[in-house]
């Protein structure tokens, strides 16, 4: 399934001396399944990163990933940037992200797979930037101890900017010896190029970011993976490896096809292993990460600020002059729209996120939250409304792209019938919601959302039959 | 501003199956003109008929299950039907036999079973098998064809329209007269006469490889499945298996001994071999879905194919290996499953 040529070595659960070593392999791994097109980066990639203006208000949600905080604030509050405003029971906290006075703590409509309402701090921002005071440099992590490392990265509110946010300190303690980390650069979906101009322009920090989380982790060794269509930036990350000297930090290229940015099948792609069913990277030895979040986690040690900004793509045919920027967290997604040139063409759908997976938003008065990786201004033409749906014809173009290797048409026929044993048998669970089965699909069957319905139902309640 | 609200994933592939159905149409056409050229205007009415009969079929079908018609009739399935079975049938068909089939096809084995994707047997084919079982005398004379060596009285537009609807011939023209067997049949009935092939394919009805004629015919069906293959509308498997499965074997026979087996060659160029490996073994509903299960299921209508046409009493098998191989679907789908990530 992968290409080889590499040292691919030992079980899992065994420790560094049996490690896979990644060196700079030009070869690119090409992955079985998935979908190769148009990607649409160029468009937002001809331009360096640039910095949004501080919003006049923060609207900062209180929700990231399975976890709910608990506000620190009340209304009236003054803030400074940095200043911890919530804390959730993990211990990750959330930031003012600008200096000013917080104006209300309440529900606000928050982007989500449907629109929804959620717990926000909304800070009206005043006078000049001021940082808080326990916004620390630390000169040397690696002195610092494990679990230290993780306490200061939870407290820095640091969790997985790639779309999950899932709270990075608990993957970077996660009680196994791990082998290697895989430094997650293959931004897969199309459109979103936020990780690529990372990338591009910030090399050094991403390989700061991963030693401190190896150094966390107790690995060796880890591998920066990027995809074969971003030349620049595997020059820029094979420069800035040389010029770190040898770190245990290797770098491979995968093929641009989507989804190989999926952790699971990022895994499998550069260590041929695959995680086993209802387990994760770890069980193998393998921790994964997004290369913007250890870039936060290299400013975090650098400068000691804390999760209060993140590179946005603002891209699609709907704006006038797309691009990257580096927004502060709740900044209105209607400022990130102005800054790329306005709407032109009147967009019929805004995304965040890509066109695979991202969500379709009911309007754009919303705002940047640590999950908006790109904001997708798509006109019509770009992304059609979708066609009625026709009965499968089992052209098994579905079964070809699966990464997950299920067989997609049988699935929505057991899903029709409401036949549960079948839909266990043939492995909903192993789906990874990626859409490739619906973008190919002639017969245009929602074929993924379906799947996440049925999921959903799923873990709603436990004792359905299965 | 407002924006509409879907469901993931917001990008689609523009392929649809009206498109794919456009496509194999496109790829049928050069092999129509070939056959038209060799031997006669009547796979045209046949064509008209089949595909007249098939979609008042299918919009009939569907008005009684009760289905709006407009879109399931705008996929284009039952003129690709339609189309099939037209090839299959002789230049010289009676109206109503060809429109038995059709209907029979469209009606029973399609929509009787569920309608598109729902068909466990090959529409097409399962109407041409129900036409050779019910009417075997009126599917076995076909025209010879148009190469200069052969005499032979060619039948006008007008003329084999006339018979298409009437049943009847010019004055002093005899249906024997203008028909001759097929080059399968003929090899068939003569090596069961103890003739060898040296002796057989003397005959002009044969050309370099296979029939004359037929030889072109295939290979301009080919060329159509070449572009399927490039369009991505079909798969190697199918046809490579199904090749494979039916000249391996007539290649042993073949070196064993030549004077008694038609090459390999001459399988590969006579009666459906390659229409069934491109564009009728491949037909997405009726045939497995997994790489590894289109392997196994391509091998299958090969080695039968060749089986009965080595063993069985019809000169060809195309049809009924397809038909028989349709039936092992589940089976075969059931055995090739791929293992899930993970598991
Ligand atoms: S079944 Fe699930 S994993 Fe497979 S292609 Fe569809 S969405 Fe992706
Ligand atoms: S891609 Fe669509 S039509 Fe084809 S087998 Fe899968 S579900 Fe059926």
């Known amino acids: 399934m992968t290409a080889t040529g590499h040292v691919m070595s030992s079980s899992p659960g065994t420790t560094d001396s049996t490690a896979p070593r990644w060196r700079y392999d030009p070869q690119p791994r090409r992955p079985d399944w998935g979908i190769h097109g148009t990607t649409f980066k160029n468009i937002s990639k001809q331009t360096p990163i640039r910095i949004a203006p501080l919003p006049a208000q923060a609207t900062l949600c209180l929700q990231q990933g399975p976890f709910t905080a608990t506000p620190l604030v009340v209304p009236g509050e003054r803030v400074l940037t940095g200043q911890p405003i919530a804390v959730d029971t993990g211990g990750t906290r959330i930031h003012a992200s600008v200096t000013g006075r917080v104006s209300a703590v309440g529900l606000r409509p928050v982007p989500g797979p449907q629109p929804t309402r959620a717990p926000c701090v909304v800070i009206q921002r005043e006078g000049d930037e001021e940082w808080h005071e326990s916004c620390e440099p630390v000169a040397d992590p690696s002195r610092l101890a494990p679990a230290e490392v993780c306490r200061r990265i939870a407290a820095a509110g640091i969790v997985g900017l790639g779309g999950a946010l899932y709270p990075t300190a608990r993957k970077l303690a996660p009680g196994v010896p791990i082998r290697a980390l895989l430094v997650n650069g293959v931004e897969c979906e199309p459109w979103i190029t936020c990780d690529e101009v990372l990338l591009r322009e910030r090399a050094a920090s991403v390989i700061a970011g991963a030693r401190i989380a190896m150094h966390a982790l107790g690995a060796a060794h880890a591998v920066i993976a990027v995809e074969g269509d971003m030349p620049e930036a595997r020059v820029a990350v094979h420069d800035a490896l040389q010029a770190a000297g040898d770190s245990g930090i290797g770098l491979a290229v995968v093929t641009a096809k989507y989804p190989a940015g999926g952790e699971r099948q990022l895994v499998q792609l550069l260590t041929g292993e695959e995680v086993p069913a209802g387990g994760l990277p770890r069980d193998l030895g393998y921790v994964v990460q997004n290369a913007g979040t250890l870039a936060a986690i290299a400013t975090l040690f650098r400068s000691g600020e804390p999760l209060v900004a993140r590179i946005v793509t603002v891209t699609g045919n709907g704006v006038a002059a797309p691009g990257n920027f580096e927004a502060r967290i709740g900044t209105p997604l209607r400022q990130l729209v102005d800054l790329a040139g306005g709407y032109r063409y009147p967009p019929t759908r805004l995304l965040m996120g890509g066109p695979m997976m991202g969500w379709a938003l009911p309007d754009d008065d919303l705002a940047v939250t640590k999950a908006t990786n790109c904001l997708v201004a798509a006109t019509a033409a770009e992304l059609a409304p979708p066609r009625p749906e026709m009965p499968c014809i089992r052209c098994g173009e579905c079964v070809q792209t699966c990464p997950a290797r299920l067989l997609p048409h049988e699935l929505h026929a057991a899903l029709r019938r409401g036949d549960y044993a079948t839909l266990a048998a043939l492995a909903l669970d192993a789906c990874i919601e990626c859409g490739c089965c619906d973008y190919v699909c002639p017969s245009a069957i929602p074929l993924t959302a379906r799947f996440v319905a049925a999921r959903r139902q799923d873990a709603a309640e436990p004792d359905a039959p299965s | ?343």
């Open chain 2, 1 to 343: 501003m407002k924006f509409g609200v879907v469901q993931a994933p917001h990008w689609r592939n523009a392929g649809d199956v009206a498109g794919m159905m456009r496509e194999v149409l496109y790829a049928l056409a050069p092999a129509a003109v070939a056959y038209t050229y060799f031997f006669g205007p009547g796979l045209l009415l046949n064509i008209v008929v089949a595909a007249t009969v098939a979609i008042a079929t299918e919009a009939l079908a569907l008005r009684l299950r009760g289905r709006t018609s407009r879109l399931a009739l705008s996929d284009g399935s039952a003129l690709v039907c339609a189309v099939l079975l037209a090839f299959c049938l002789p230049p010289l068909t009676p109206w109503w036999v060809t429109a038995c089939g059709s209907a029979f096809a469209i009606g029973v084995a399609k929509h009787l079973y569920g309608g598109l994707g729902f068909n466990v047997f090959n529409p097409a084919m399962a109407g041409y098998v129900l036409l050779l079982a019910a009417f075997p005398g009126y599917l076995a004379g076909w025209l010879p064809p148009n190469v200069g060596d052969l005499d032979y009285r060619a039948l006008s537009l007008a003329e084999s329209a006339t018979y298409t609807v009437t049943g009847s011939l010019p004055p002093g023209v005899e249906l024997d007269a203008v028909t001759r067997a097929t080059p399968l049949t003929v090899v068939k009935a003569e090596l069961g006469q103890m003739r060898t092939m040296g002796e057989i394919v003397v005959d002009p009805v044969f050309g370099d490889f296979g029939g004359a004629g037929w030889e072109w015919i295939g290979n301009f069906i080919t060329l159509g499945g070449l572009w399927l293959l490039y369009r991505g509308i079909i798969r190697w498997q199918v046809p490579a298996a199904m090749l494979a499965g039916l000249m391996l074997p007539a290649l042993l026979l073949y070196l064993t001994d030549a004077e008694t087996h038609p090459s390999p060659l001459f399988h590969l160029y006579s009666g459906g071999t390659l229409l069934g490996a491109f564009f009728i073994a491949t037909d997405p509903v009726s045939s497995a879905v997994t790489d590894r299960g289109r392997l196994v299921c391509g091998a299958g209508c090969g080695l039968l194919t060749f089986a009965i046409r080595h063993w069985g009493i019809y000169p060809d098998g195309v049809a009924v290996a397809v038909l028989l191989m349709n039936l092992a679907v589940p089976t075969i789908d059931r055995y090739t499953r791929p293992r899930p990530y993970g598991y």
